[in-house]
């Protein structure tokens, strides 16, 4: 089992660029998150999902979008990079059956840099 | 908020010495866990604690919980160099997220 995935694991935007980081798990799991990690900030959620098709806004959701069309993949899109959105970003998975309790798994991040 | 704060941000120590760093939060939690960050890498989760449970060892390590006080602490016993990480609490209450703190730097030299 491959785990938790992401692509890119780089990637270099100019300021209004548009993308999309993909993150795909194979554990079956039910819960799927977005974090962003700043330096000196920790973890902060960005968006989450309970289960396909479905999406919830975290602690700092303005300025990305998601999607949860399958199961096992989700997806974190930039419409209009910003400078600010320079970050490291971390999708993580959890099974969903203690609700959000369960243990969290990690992919390994996309360094994302805005110029 | 009901983020946990570690302490201390950094923390340096020798191999085989004992490492200590602690979390403290803010509100009622119902589950904490501690997670390890290797440079550059996920984290990979560590151990959970309930509510109603005052300690929990796996392997080298031993958890505290003090829902009192509001506070965790976590104890690598014999540090290895391999023990070189960042070290993060996360918590959670009902029906919400985990919130995840700002995370320990242990450093263990040889």
């Known amino acids: 089992n491959a785990g938790v995935t992401q692509t890119p694991k780089f990637r270099v935007l100019k300021t209004g660029q548009s993308m999309t980081l993909l993150c795909a798990q194979d554990m079956n799991h039910e819960y799927m998150y977005w974090y962003r990690q700043d330096p000196g900030m920790g973890l902060r959620l960005i968006h989450y999902?309970?289960?396909?098709?479905?999406?919830a806004k975290g602690e700092v959701p303005d300025g990305y979008n998601v999607s949860r069309l399958k199961k096992q993949n989700f997806l974190l899109g930039l419409e209009s990079a910003a400078p600010s959105q320079t970050s490291v970003y971390f999708c993580a998975s959890s099974s969903g059956l203690a609700g959000f309790t369960d243990t969290q798994y990690f992919g390994p991040g996309t360094r994302l840099t805005v110029l | 908020s009901q983020q946990g704060e570690e302490d201390p941000q950094a923390l340096s120590i020798q191999e085989g010495e004992n490492a200590t760093m602690n979390c403290s939060y803010k509100t009622s939690i119902n589950n904490l866990q501690w997670y390890r960050q290797n440079s550059g890498r996920g984290l990979v989760h560590l151990i959970l604690?309930?509510?109603?449970?005052r300690e929990k060892h796996s392997g080298r390590l031993r958890v505290t919980l003090d829902t009192s006080k509001k506070s965790s602490s976590l104890l690598i016993t014999a540090s290895r160099a391999a023990d070189t990480a960042s070290y993060f609490c996360?918590?959670?209450?009902?029906?919400?997220?985990?919130?995840f703190g700002k995370g320990t730097m242990l450093l263990v030299s040889p």
């Open positions: 604690i309930r509510s109603n449970e």
């Open positions: 996360a918590t959670d209450a009902r029906y919400s997220t985990l919130t």
């Open positions: 999902s309970v289960g396909e098709g479905t999406t």
